[in-house]
């Protein structure tokens, strides 16, 4: 008989992420007990300013996760716990829209001060509410030999046509804060949606088979 995901090879990953969803999602692969946290102490990001398609997006992504893992590895050898990982994963997840004229337009978090409703507001209004939006999350996985995978996972996500009459009420539950693209599909946010093609956990931070997938590939599961 197969074993589950987290029955299978042991030793501890470290998750090089602040998002207790992340946590919550790597901890439903392999168990809680082998997720250990290490946050890059670099919180600066590569932007996407001037990118103008999404394969330049998911490119930047990927810088994004390998600069975020290569720091984790870099605090982990600095502490002596270097020989305790199995692997060292990092991920980062943007929305991207479509403006007026096509162009893919990135959303990730809303400012962190008074002007995240306002903000909010204007990419429901101007882009979410009106076509369709893409989730992607870059997944890098590093093992301390040198192996690593990485890969870009893409979800599709249609809000209803009467997602409108919600949008207020959203903004007064405080949700949208810290959410990439303003909202989040595992709690209120969901109200919004009518669709989802592809991985649900990849919109809200860790496509859960792929990085199964991606961990198997590297016999850590």
Request: charged share 25%; hydrophobic share 40%.
């Amino acid at each position: 008989m197969s074993r589950s995901v987290s029955e299978s090879a042991g030793g501890i990953l470290v998750l090089g992420s602040r998002s207790p969803r992340r946590y919550e999602l790597l901890s439903h692969l392999v168990g809680r007990e082998r997720v250990m946290v290490r946050a890059p102490l670099d919180a600066a990001e590569a932007g996407f300013a001037g990118l103008s398609t999404l394969s330049e997006i998911s490119g930047r992504l990927l810088e994004i996760v390998r600069t975020k893992c290569a720091d984790v590895m870099t605090q982990l050898t600095n502490s002596g716990d270097f020989h305790t990982a199995a692997g060292i994963v990092t991920a980062d997840t943007m929305l991207v829209a479509r403006d007026e004229d096509g162009r893919p337009v990135v959303l990730g978090q809303p400012p962190d001060d008074d002007t995240w409703r306002e903000v909010v507001r204007e990419w429901f209004d101007r882009y979410l509410l009106q076509l369709p939006h893409a989730a992607l999350t870059a997944v890098c996985i590093e093992t301390p030999d040198g192996r690593r995978t990485e890969r870009v996972v893409r979800t599709d996500v249609l809000f209803r046509r009467d997602a409108c009459e919600w949008l207020e009420w959203y903004l007064d539950t405080g949700e949208s804060r810290g959410k990439a693209g303003g909202y989040a599909l595992q709690g209120a946010g969901s109200l919004f949606v009518e669709r989802v093609d592809g991985s649900p956990s990849n919109v809200v931070g860790l496509p859960l088979q792929e990085t199964g997938e991606m961990l198997r590939e590297l016999q850590l599961v």
